[in-house]
């Protein structure tokens, strides 16, 4: 495949030394910078119509993982066809770069296929982003869906296509009602969705996060956001996604809050909380202190962490809505106009995301 955004050795070396010798190159110019791409919402997906699913990071350890995604989707109602390579082992990826990007590019070429499911995350999907074919993505576009270290892959695309990708739950993840209820309106209508509700707690011993308005106001937007360590990973790439006027969305999971801390520090010295009208921060479970040697003594807690952190931004910033690595937790189109209330604490979808 065509490779769109690789810097080929030599005119990168040439590039720093014109930097050497006149000055007058930036390391932006080099690297280039995403502007904000014209929007494309791909098909919705109707039960009975075929989804693709590929590992395009960490591999199915188990054959019974990749049975499990098979058979997740279709108790959803869908025909499922596997990629080529997801049984594939290379260490902890599924395969090579190679291979996984290329189930990833039939799955895009294959009409029959209507979108695009992660089997799961783990580890791996940033190495593909300057082998992907954005061209051949652009001119087929699908539901692209998944989470956690799938981030890489949906702010990428959706930087260099304009394509609405989808966070949302990946194949082996606990389809709750809750989850299915809000695949469903994202995905498969093309209706506005509004309101995103707080699920109520399935257990008195376990009951939901309290929300917390860190910042209070009210702002609109495009979303963006995954992953906080995948997002903070793309800074300076060629893929990094364009923050100005969004509302950021951010989860976390099993990070001490001083790598929360250290992340959002990284946002914050790039100018790109700058640029954002709000921020969205999931509950981010186990996000605190080791239980067995932690970092530090003494320590600040994720609230704490939030409030210090982005508190001063001005803007609106909520905390404790389920976003991530949660059993209940609601699709969201990257790149679709959404409205922060963090007075009510509440996000909105204000459009379809699908056509």
Known sequence: ??????????????????????????????????????????????????????????????????????????????????GKHIKEKFGYLAGTDEQRAADLHCMFEDD????????????????????????????????LLGYSDITSLCLAIYAKTGLVTFHGPVAISSFSEYTQEYFFKVACSTETVGEIAHPEPDNALRPTAHLSTIYPGKATGKLIGGNLTLLTALLGTPFEPNFKETILFLEETSEEPYDIDRMLTQLLLAGKLDQVSGIVFDRCPNCKPADYKPAFNVTFSLEEVLIDRLGKLGCPVLYGLNVGHEADKPTLPIGIKVTLD?????????????I
């Open 342 to 354: 963090a007075d009510r604490a509440i996000l909105s979808i204000d459009e379809g995301a699908v």
């Open 112 to 143: 029959e296929v209507k979108a695009i499911v992660a089997l799961r995350g783990g580890y791996g999907s940033m190495r593909l982003l300057d082998i992907i074919d954005y061209k051949l993505i652009k001119k087929n576009p699908k539901i």
């Open 1 to 82: 495949m065509e490779n769109l955004n690789t810097i080929s050795r030599r005119n990168f070396l040439s590039g720093l030394t014109a930097v050497t010798v006149s000055g007058s190159i930036s390391l932006p110019s080099i690297f280039g910078k995403n502007k904000a791409q014209k929007i494309t919402k791909p098909p919705k997906l109707e039960k009975g119509d075929t989804v693709g699913l590929i590992a395009p990071a960490s591999c199915a350890f188990e054959p019974s993982t990749i049975r499990q995604g098979v058979e997740t989707l279709q108790s959803l109602g869908f025909s499922v066809k596997t």
